[in-house]
């Protein structure tokens, strides 16, 4: 296991009366948020700008990806609560942009798509001019169920590859490159603005890089996140390599010049990291329902 993480990785910590806001809202809505379930490093900083991203459909993945620290087995929920519950918390967390994922749900006839299309459509009843993007898994390939999901018009469309595509079996077990690559082209030839992304020190080499750069760019992928992998537990997928912020700095420039038109790639970068920021570049902003403090809460 590597050591040392290098100055560059550290996180800034929770503080203040933001940060207390937005877990009282998440605690007071009982939701669960990818935040949390995936120890992602940036909680202190995107909770203390007021910004959350929700996982609806349990905490329990029917998946078992090796770099992944969302708890693995057999979901028990299926809370059709929860979509009134996640648009609650958009308007109280004032989102002018809100990204929700979801774990996979292989279990469910319908792979949670039904959950889906009514978290989308409530959330935007609640919160109309609030831009979504959802981060969804690959529904197995079955693009009628991915289209339930771009029936409720989400206003982004993000599905990771997550990495190169010889890594993909032994990282994303039960992910298929090829599927995931179709659902993708699935909702950008439907016109959405689509979106994916893939971590660096996980064990890929820079061909394989620029390889699934330019199959995601073909497949009509417009904005792309780049980050580094984090190993959350020792059982874990080990870290390859500390990638540095120049080699990030060289995947946006190289990433731009071939195609996409937005690019996040940084060591601390994940899907949902400043996804306000990054949709507002693409000409998708949207306005939070209940403005009050809108400018403290841009996320
Ligand atoms: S980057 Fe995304 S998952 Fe991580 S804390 Fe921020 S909103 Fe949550």
Not at 27 to 52: D, F, I, K, M, Y
Not at 59 to 80: H, V, W
Not at 106 to 117: I, N, R, T
Not at 230 to 236: E, F, R, S, Y
């Amino acid at each position: 296991m590597l050591t040392n993480k290098p100055s560059w990785l550290r996180a800034k910590l929770p503080t203040g009366a933001i940060y207390k806001e937005t877990r009282s809202t998440v605690e007071h809505n009982h939701l669960h948020t990818v935040c949390q379930s995936a120890n992602c490093p940036n909680l202190g900083e995107c909770w203390s700008r007021g910004t959350a991203t929700v996982m609806i459909l349990g905490n329990i993945c029917t998946r078992s990806c090796t770099f992944c620290a969302i708890q693995t087995g057999r979901p028990t929920e299926l809370d059709l609560g929860e979509p009134a519950r996640v648009a609650q918390a958009v308007r109280k967390m004032h989102l002018r942009h809100c990204v929700i994922t979801s774990v996979a749900r292989d279990d469910l006839k319908d792979g949670g798509a039904g959950v889906w299309a009514a978290t989308i459509r409530a959330v935007r009843n609640l919160n109309p001019g609030t831009a979504i993007e959802v981060l969804v898994p690959d529904f197995l390939g079955r693009m009628e169920l991915v289209d339930v999901v771009l029936d409720a018009k989400p206003d982004i469309f993000n599905h990771n590859l997550e990495t190169v595509k010889r890594l993909q079996r032994p990282i994303r077990k039960t992910a298929r490159y090829d599927r995931s690559l179709s659902v993708l082209n699935h909702a950008a030839s439907a016109g959405f603005a689509t979106k994916s992304g893939i971590m660096l020190g996980i064990g890929e080499q820079e061909k394989e890089v620029e390889e699934v750069l330019l199959d995601m760019q073909k497949a009509g992928v417009r904005i792309l996140t780049i980050g580094q992998y984090l190993q959350p537990t020792p059982k874990h997928e080990p870290i390859d390599r500390w990638v540095t912020p120049e080699e990030f700095a060289h995947w946006k420039e190289w990433a731009l010049a071939n195609g996409f038109e937005v690019v996040e790639s940084g060591p601390l970068v994940r899907s949902s990291y400043h996804a306000d920021e990054q949709s507002a570049r693409y000409g998708i902003v949207g306005v939070a329902s209940n403005s009050e403090p809108a400018a403290a809460k841009a996320g």
